[in-house]
């Protein structure tokens, strides 16, 4: 009991401490390494109190901006990165890069752009990694030109970027050679044989399956047509019924097109989301 | 919210006293209270963690017994029945002189959510000697057949409705039956009346699509049913183990 009683006390000497020292820095980095990340959070909260110099203070901002990063909670991660201030050069630098591609994650992508600026007149290093997160917010934003004229400012030798550099260079070529696909066309395609503006689109199962479908249903109106006449129950039934799924496939189609268009940009976002992070977390690791 | 504050607080005070290194004597002592930290905040695998850190076989019984003890009880709060029943099995082996009889609830209920119902009624028989209680809900689980979900969805396939009705489920089996007969007669009179593709389409494809979804529906039905029924019965023995019905 006693012993437990010194702990507590100990706990309490620790979490108020001024100074944010490395034997704290190990222990949070001791809490990190076992997916302690609420602890963590808590101890660097209490430090961030207690701590007197803006030194201390950007230091804690940016390990905290990071466990919220890691932790994908990206508005509280910008919080504390961009309270990182300009007076401890190497944090600021990091705090930037970092808060930059959380805005790009988030889609703000001027915020992100106009983050990376503000790093304009930094070290070699760091101004190559800004111009290789613009690049990639180029491609994210499908501005092409801006792409390659600020790609040609990259080192493409430099290892911390060489993959993710060749792998955007792909993409961008992706992005240049995609067949702009129209919507209208989708639905005029379907109006003419139902269920064509999906194959237009690159669904030909769901097409074909569209274009059975239709059939039978035409069928059945005209079996109600034939033998019933044009004012039976049965045909405006089937017709209605006709009618409605031939223009909900026109509208489909239309929507098809714009939907697999954004699934296909979708995957190539990713993928640049994916390549824009790997050169942050090798070089500030 | 300050109490869950203040549990994490007394988590990382424990935290800092096992990274700053203590005598081995010590070491189980502040990863159980580390653990009741997270246990009372509600993070049962994060006390797990905490507890697999322990040395399990060092140290003297009675602190052996709670470690055991503590990390059964969060692996049941875990819902990870299989690792909390193996915890209680290593602790008969490895402390076969201790008092069992404090284990024995968390272990009944244990074998109740694991469904091992025999092995179950032998320990709330020695449970509800010590305990003198008369009560033994027990017959009735032991009699209980399971339906079959195979069978439930067989039977669909042989007469649609029957599987429901087989599952339980009267009414709704009744609903299936009638619904069918009458996409077949839907389609019968469109066949007679020389409504060929009506009879075909309609009639046919939707009973197609009835025939099929009825016989899958009786199978979820019957897995629905055994659920229910093991659920309400690990309530009763909750309740009469844990003292919360006399």
Redesign the interface.
């Given at each position: 009991m006693r012993?437990?009683l010194g702990?507590?006390l100990?706990?309490?000497s620790?979490?108020s401490q001024a100074q944010f020292s490395k034997s704290s820095q190990a222990?949070v980095s001791?809490?990190l390494s076992?997916k302690?990340y609420?602890?963590a959070l808590?101890?660097l909260h209490e430090k961030l109190g207690d701590s007197r110099t803006q030194q201390q203070k950007d230091s804690i901002n940016l390990s905290i901006g990071k466990i919220h990063y890691s932790l994908q909670q990206l508005p509280q991660s910008i919080q504390f990165l961009d309270a990182v201030s300009s007076e401890s050069e190497f944090v600021y630098e990091e705090a930037k890069l970092f808060s930059a591609f959380n805005e790009v994650y988030l889609n703000r992508f001027d915020q992100g752009i106009k983050k990376l600026k503000a790093l304009n007149g930094s070290k070699q290093y760091v101004q190559q990694l800004a111009n290789f997160e613009m690049s990639g917010v180029f491609l994210l934003t499908n501005r092409l030109s801006s792409y390659d004229s600020i790609s040609t400012l990259l080192n493409p030798e430099w290892n911390i970027i060489q993959q993710q550099h060749s792998n955007f260079r792909n993409y961008r070529s992706a992005l240049s050679s995609e067949k702009q696909k129209s919507p209208f066309t989708g639905g005029v395609l379907s109006a003419l044989i139902p269920g064509a503006g999906k194959v237009y689109a690159g669904r030909k199962a769901n097409g074909i399956y569209t274009f059975l479908i239709t059939s039978?249903?035409a069928?059945?109106t005209?079996?109600?047509y034939r033998?019933d006449g044009p004012r039976s129950a049965?045909f405006i039934i089937?017709g209605s019924l006709l009618s409605s799924f031939y223009i909900g496939n026109i509208w489909g189609s239309a929507l098809a097109v714009k939907v697999v268009r954004n699934e296909r940009r979708d995957a190539i976002k990713n993928q640049i989301l994916f390549d824009m992070h790997i050169p942050l977390r090798t070089f500030f690791q | 919210m300050l109490r869950e504050s203040s549990y994490l607080k007394a988590a990382i005070a424990y935290e800092l006293a096992f990274f700053e290194g203590m005598p081995s004597t010590l070491l189980n002592n502040v990863l159980l209270k580390q653990a009741t930290c997270y246990k009372m905040s509600g993070k049962y695998d994060r006390a797990l963690l905490s507890l697999e850190r322990a040395d399990f076989y060092s140290g003297s019984d009675s602190l052996r017994f709670l470690l055991y003890y503590e990390y059964a009880i969060n692996a049941m709060l875990a819902k990870r029945y299989d690792l909390a029943y193996s915890k209680i099995a290593e602790l008969y082996y490895e402390l076969p002189k201790a008092d069992h009889s404090i284990i024995l609830p968390l272990e009944i209920l244990c074998l109740n959510e694991l469904q091992r119902w025999e092995e179950a009624h032998a320990k709330y028989q020695a449970f509800a000697r010590v305990n003198n209680i008369a009560e033994d809900p027990y017959p009735e689980i032991l009699a209980f057949k399971k339906k079959n979900p195979d069978k439930a969805f067989s039977l669909s396939f042989w007469m649609p409705g029957l599987g429901q009705m087989y599952a339980g489920y009267f009414w709704k089996g009744a609903l299936s039956s009638m619904l069918n007969a009458g996409l077949i007669t839907l389609s019968v009179w469109g066949f007679l009346d020389a409504y060929y593709f009506s009879g075909l389409f309609t009639g046919v494809a939707l009973f197609y699509l009835s025939y099929n979804g009825g016989a899958r529906y009786a199978e979820v039905l019957a897995n629905q049913y055994n659920e229910r029924k093991a659920k309400e019965f690990n309530m009763t023995v909750s309740a009469i183990v844990t003292g919360y019905k006399k």
């Open positions: 012993f437990l702990l507590s100990l706990a309490i620790f979490l222990f001791h809490l076992n302690m609420d602890e808590l101890v039978i249903m069928a059945q005209v079996e109600a033998k049965r089937y | -």
